[in-house]
């Protein structure tokens, strides 16, 4: 059973820095792997999809990396602004299915 | 238009209540799918709709009926819930039901008295 984690749960720092989000999952045998952005009592605005077969996707301030051998992502966010602030979901889509399995979430918090 | 839409946003039923949570989407998918998602808890899987037939029920509870009338609508019939049933349920969207891309409407908000 695919499980996906998701390093560190909480993370508090200020403006203008640069940060890592993790993630992490132990069955390499994935479709995609998405990154989410969740505000509280909202839905989930995707943020970048990376394919199995790509290394890394980036959209702005925002970059994206797989490592599927590994069973590793991370999502980097250059210099961290308050409206970033929001809980970053992972999940990846398991082959053969399509089901989502979620980590459960990194709580970023950019102070001004 | 890559929107998935969902009505009400938020909505406050007692125990005794019947009401319906109704999902859109107007991109020709085939799959649609319900997640229900409690505070501070990542989304859980509660059904999977593929051509309008149920491919999976994740041992949902039968308070939760779940219906797909045609290709773009999807809803969420709720009958004598429980205050645990509390949470915000989403609505998802995929071309076909297998690997690929999920769109996800905003939510509705379910508090249940």
């Known amino acids: 059973k695919q499980e996906v984690t998701q390093i560190p749960a909480a993370l508090s720092v200020p403006e203008g820095e640069n940060l890592v989000l993790n993630c992490s999952f132990t069955d390499s045998a994935i479709y995609n792997l998405q990154w989410f952005r969740q505000d509280p009592g909202k839905g989930l605005t995707s943020l970048l999809l990376?394919?199995?077969?790509?290394r890394e996707q980036t959209s702005g301030r925002l970059n994206a990396s797989l490592d599927k051998s590994s069973g590793r992502s991370t999502l980097y966010i250059a210099a961290s602004q308050p409206g970033d602030s929001a809980t970053y979901l992972c999940?990846?889509?398991?082959?053969?299915?399509?089901?989502?399995?979620f980590g459960k979430g990194t709580m970023l918090l950019v102070s001004p | 238009d890559t929107e998935v839409t969902q009505t009400p946003k938020h909505l406050v039923m007692g125990m005794t209540n019947k009401k319906s949570l109704k999902c859109e989407q107007h991109?020709?998918?085939?799959?649609m799918y319900w997640y229900k998602q409690k505070a501070k808890k990542p989304p859980e899987l509660m059904f999977v709709y593929s051509y309008e037939k149920l491919s999976i029920n994740e041992s949902v509870p039968s308070r939760f009926s779940p219906e797909c009338p045609n290709s773009s609508l999807l809803n969420l019939h709720l009958h004598a819930l429980q205050p645990e049933d509390s949470a915000l349920y989403l609505c998802a969207s995929s071309q076909e039901w297998e690997p690929d891309t999920q769109y996800f409407g905003p939510g509705t908000r379910l508090t249940v008295l």
């Open positions: 991109m020709g998918h085939r799959a």
């Open positions: 999940a990846v889509t398991n082959s053969g299915y399509s089901t989502l399995t």
């Open positions: 990376i394919q199995s077969s790509q």
